[in-house]
């Protein structure tokens, strides 16, 4: 049986860790998706097109490969430009194929994103939800942050995030909303360790509960 495992949640949850530390431990190829909405929002930028015209961002979804490698993609305008480009139609589409063909890989796959357990991959084996509260999601980014030598103040970040998080749940298309089937994670009291330690036990009790043997 190909393991599938969809990691969803709203910014600065911690889900990417988490992903990555599950393909780690269960021996699966990662895709953090939402770097592929970031590209997109960054090919806009580059071009000097307008995120919100559905147009130039769908036209931005043929960035090179290359830009996937951008450090800068890791910045917060980016997400925020990201954010914006994501709630078109086309581009949804235009990025689709390409997460649903990770999934389906041979070996197994664990992606994160905010619509994975919904439309990426609505068969996923298991469906984490991670989640934490705005206050501690907002100081972990700020730290992020201050090591990466950038200096946001806290209350900046926080709105930041509330502004992405009313986006991301908001939207017509794939919004970010828990899977019926998924388990809930919620992280707000929880290190990057304890974290990843809480979702193997999660994931380690759903396979259980499938009858699925992790090699
Ligand atoms: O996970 P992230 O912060 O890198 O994602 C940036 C933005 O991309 C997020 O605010 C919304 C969008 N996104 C999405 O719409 N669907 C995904 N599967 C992943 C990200």
Redesign the pocket.
């Known amino acids: 049986m190909n393991l599938v495992i969809a990691v969803?949640g709203?910014?600065?949850s911690g889900?990417?860790t988490i992903a990555r530390g599950l393909a780690a431990h269960y021996g699966l190829s990662h895709l953090?998706?939402?770097?592929?909405?970031?590209a997109v929002?960054r090919q806009v930028a580059l071009t000097g097109g307008d995120p919100d015209d559905p147009l130039d961002a769908e036209r931005a979804t043929a960035f090179p490969a290359i830009l996937l490698d951008d450090p800068f993609?890791?910045d917060e305008a980016?997400?925020?430009l990201?954010?914006r480009?994501?709630?078109h139609k086309g581009v949804?589409a235009a990025?689709l194929q390409r997460?649903r063909d990770f999934a389906r890989q041979p070996g197994g796959a664990v992606?994160?994103?905010?619509?994975?357990g919904t439309?990426?991959a609505p068969d996923a084996t298991v469906k984490l939800f991670v989640t934490a509260s705005v206050e501690a999601r907002a100081a972990r980014r700020h730290a992020e942050m201050l090591r990466r030598g950038q200096d946001i103040p806290l209350e900046t970040i926080r709105a930041d995030l509330a502004a992405?998080d009313a986006?991301?749940r908001g939207?017509a298309e794939?919004p970010?909303v828990e899977a019926v089937d998924a388990i809930l994670l919620d992280n707000s009291d929880l290190d990057a360790r304890q974290s990843l330690a809480e979702a193997i036990r999660l994931v380690d009790a759903a396979l259980a509960r499938h009858g699925v043997r992790p090699d």
Request: net charge positive; charged share 30%; glycine share 12%.
């Open positions: 969803d709203p910014t600065a889900k990417g953090d998706t939402g770097l592929l909405y970031r929002g993609l890791r980016v997400g925020a990201a954010s480009v994501s709630v949804r990025l997460q992606l994160d994103g905010r619509d994975i439309v990426v992405r986006r991301d939207r794939a970010l």
